[in-house]
C-alpha cells in the first residue's frame, strides 16, 4: 500500500505531523473537522492551530510503501518523537508501553485508587454481602464440574457447548 507522511505548517506554530492513504481526503477531513470545531460541534484539534492562520501549508513529506495502518502509523509516530511539533496525541503505541504505562499510572495513583475503593464500599452497603454471594461454589448443569465462582458459570458454559459441538462433529 502507498501511504503518505505529511505535516502542517503556519507562520506562527510548530509543525503538525499526520499520515494517511489518500491526502486530498485528509486534508479535507482536517478542514471539515475545524469548521465543525468552529461551529462547537467537534473536539479541538492541534492541527487546527495552523488552520486559523490563512497561510498555513499542507506539505507531503514522504511517500511509503506500507503493509498496513500500524506500519504507517510507526512511521509517523517516529516523526512525532523525533521533531519538534505541536502533536500531543502518539499514533502507535507498542504492547510493552502500554503496559509500562498502565503500570506506572497504578504506581502513581495507588493511595487515590486506595480512597476511591474505600469510598465505594461505604456508598454500597451490600457490597459484603455481593460478594459472599459471587464466592459460592455452583457445578454445571451441563457437565458438573465443580466451579468456584458462580461468575464462572456463564463463560464455562460457552466453552463447554462449544467443546461439545466440536465432539458432534
Given at each position: 500500500m502507498k501511504g503518505?507522511?505529511?505535516?502542517?505548517?503556519s507562520d506562527n506554530h510548530l509543525p503538525y505531523y499526520g499520515s494517511t492513504f489518500n491526502l486530498k481526503e485528509r486534508k479535507w477531513s482536517h478542514i471539515t473537522a475545524f469548521n465543525s470545531y468552529k461551529k462547537g460541534k467537534s473536539r479541538f484539534c492541534y492541527s487546527f492551530l495552523?488552520?486559523?492562520?490563512?497561510?498555513?501549508?499542507?506539505?507531503?513529506?514522504?511517500?511509503?510503501?506500507?503493509?498496513?495502518?500500524?506500519e504507517l502509523l510507526k512511521i509517523e509516530t517516529d516523526y512525532i518523537l523525533?521533531?519538534?511539533?505541536?502533536?500531543?496525541?502518539?499514533p502507535y503505541v507498542s504492547e510493552e508501553i502500554k503496559r509500562q504505562n498502565i503500570i506506572n499510572y497504578r504506581?502513581?495513583?495507588?493511595?487515590?485508587?486506595?480512597?476511591?475503593?474505600?469510598?465505594?464500599?461505604?456508598?454500597?452497603p451490600n457490597y459484603k454481602e455481593n460478594?459472599?454471594?459471587?464466592?459460592?461454589?455452583v457445578i454445571c448443569p451441563l457437565c458438573l464440574k465443580k466451579l468456584a465462582r458462580r461468575?464462572?458459570?456463564?463463560?464455562?458454559?460457552?466453552?463447554?457447548a462449544s467443546q461439545s459441538t466440536l465432539r458432534d462433529q
Amino acid at each position: 500500500m502507498k501511504g503518505f507522511i505529511y505535516k502542517i505548517i503556519s507562520d506562527n506554530h510548530l509543525p503538525y505531523y499526520g499520515s494517511t492513504f489518500n491526502l486530498k481526503e485528509r486534508k479535507w477531513s482536517h478542514i471539515t473537522a475545524f469548521n465543525s470545531y468552529k461551529k462547537g460541534k467537534s473536539r479541538f484539534c492541534y492541527s487546527f492551530l495552523h488552520l486559523e492562520c490563512p497561510s498555513y501549508k499542507f506539505i507531503e513529506i514522504e511517500t511509503v510503501d506500507v503493509y498496513n495502518k500500524t506500519e504507517l502509523l510507526k512511521i509517523e509516530t517516529d516523526y512525532i518523537l523525533n521533531n519538534d511539533c505541536i502533536n500531543v496525541n502518539i499514533p502507535y503505541v507498542s504492547e510493552e508501553i502500554k503496559r509500562q504505562n498502565i503500570i506506572n499510572y497504578r504506581e502513581l495513583n495507588r493511595e487515590r485508587n486506595k480512597q476511591y475503593q474505600k469510598q465505594y464500599k461505604i456508598d454500597k452497603p451490600n457490597y459484603k454481602e455481593n460478594q459472599e454471594k459471587l464466592k459460592i461454589k455452583v457445578i454445571c448443569p451441563l457437565c458438573l464440574k465443580k466451579l468456584a465462582r458462580r461468575t464462572f458459570l456463564y463463560q464455562h458454559k460457552k466453552c463447554y457447548a462449544s467443546q461439545s459441538t466440536l465432539r458432534d462433529q
